[in-house]
Every structure is written in C-alpha cells, then in structure tokens.
Nanobody, 125 residues
Framework: QVQLVESGGGLVQAGGSLRLSCVDS????????MGWFRQAPGKEREFVAG????????NYADSVKGRFTISRDNAKNTVHLQMVSLKAEDTAIYYC??????????????????WGQGTQVTVSS
C-alpha cells in the first residue's frame, strides 16, 4: 500500500532555501515514478518536478529550472525536492505524488495515482 508523507515545509525569506522530503511506507517505492506538484491559493495544482523510478530521468517546470532539484533514495523510500533562490511566487502547498506505472515522468495530475497530504511553503518578500 502506498502512503506518502511530506515534510520540510516552512517559512523562509526570499532568496532562501528549503528541502522537502516525501517518504513512502510501501514496499515497492522503487517501481514508481515520483513527482512534486504545488497549489497556491485560488490556483490549480501545477507540476513542479518529476523523477523516474531509477532517478535517471528528471523533468522540471520552466518556472523552477535551475533553482529546484529533485532526487530520490530508493533504499530509504524517499524523494526530495531541494529548493534554492526561493521567490514569493513559490509560496504554495507542495504535494508529492506517485505514478504506479513508472513508465515515464508525467507532468499532469491525472498521471499520478497517490498523493501526500501536502506541506506548506511560504516565501516572504
């Protein structure tokens, strides 16, 4: 069974950094593609970054390229999102998600099967 739990959110000043983590309690984490999405108040949930099941392939939204890095540790059932040079517009609830097919790094919400509860990231300007 897939159960995703995010952590690492918080309040940070513009230009600062945060590292989000997402842990899966299941036994087949290494077979999933994983993604990070975010949702700001009044906006739709949007893709941030994704990583293939081996970690060999990654994908990023244009708005975060060069600032965010997604990585995974299959031995620890964990996916991370390292965020640097944070901007006020990065403020949102961040969700990790699992694609059980693991065939590609999807960018659409419907391509993911399980979601965490989210962690709040607030960037003050």
């Amino acid at each position: 069974q897939v159960q995703l739990v995010e952590s690492g959110g918080g309040l940070v000043q513009a230009g600062g950094s945060l590292r989000l983590s997402c842990v899966d309690s299941g036994r087949t984490f290494r077979t999933y593609a994983m993604g990070w999405f975010r949702q700001a108040p009044g906006k739709e949930r949007e893709f941030v970054a994704g990583i293939s099941r081996t970690g060999g392939s990654t994908n990023y939204a244009d708005s975060v390229k060069g600032r965010f890095t997604i990585s995974r540790d299959n031995a620890k059932n964990t996916v991370h999102l390292q965020m640097v040079s944070l901007k006020a517009e990065d403020t949102a609830i961040y969700y990790c998600a699992a694609d059980l097919t693991g065939l590609r790094v999807g960018v659409r919400t419907y391509e993911y099967d399980y979601w965490g509860q989210g962690t709040q990231v607030t960037v003050s300007s």
